[in-house]
């Protein structure tokens, strides 16, 4: 079967090959396949009207940063699904706000996130998390600290990457 994962159309279906649901549109992780992007922008939907940025950071929020799909999936995704007729989107604050359809009620299934809880060792799951909500403080202290609290964060990282270097170094 020939695939051609960059036309519109063809987004239901995933990418074959070596790279399974990685490479363009798969992100970081790459093991949902590329179809369930629609599935999961349903699933969000269908509890509350959201911005295309708020979907992506619920999918990884809710795989504990195992599954983060790229904007360059999410976008052409929410535009074909707006074509379809299954969402609309209105302008707010110079933002768009995608709210499901009732005829997109009728399409929407069971998340896809239930999926990855079943491939998922529980402590990494707990390790993902961990690191999600680490780089979510990290950017914050960035964005809003302090040059001396920026300094103490850097200086706690670095430490804190020794640390874990020496726990792989134990026998």
């Known amino acids: 079967m020939m695939m051609k994962p960059h036309h519109r159309e063809h987004h239901h279906r995933h ?12 992100g970081r992780g790459g093991r ?4 369930n992007v629609r599935a ?17 950071q619920e999918i990884a929020r809710r795989t504990g940063g195992v599954w983060s799909p790229s904007p360059g999936s999410v976008y052409p995704t929410l535009q074909m699904l707006a074509d379809e007729g299954l969402i609309s989107a209105e302008e707010e604050g110079g933002k768009r706000l995608f709210t ?6 009728t399409e929407h299934t069971a998340p896809p996130w239930r999926d990855i809880d079943i491939q998922l060792d529980p402590v990494d ?13 990290m ?3 960035s964005h809003a600290g302090t040059p001396e609290q920026k300094a103490r964060a850097a200086e706690l990282y670095n430490e ?3 640390k874990l270097y020496a726990i792989l170094a134990e026998e």
Do not use: C, D, K, N
Not at 15 to 26: D, T, V
């Open 40 to 56: 999961a922008v349903l699933s969000l939907l269908a509890e509350r009207p959201m911005h295309g940025y708020e979907i992506i």
């Open 139 to 141: 950017e914050q202290i």
């Open 125 to 137: 799951g707990e390790l993902r998390t961990a690191i999600t909500l680490l780089g979510s403080a």
């Open 15 to 26: 990418r074959s090959g070596p790279f399974g649901g990685g490479g363009r549109g798969g």
């Open 100 to 105: 499901l359809t009732e005829h997109g009620r």
């Open 160 to 162: 804190l990457r020794r």
């Open 32 to 35: 949902q396949r590329r179809g």
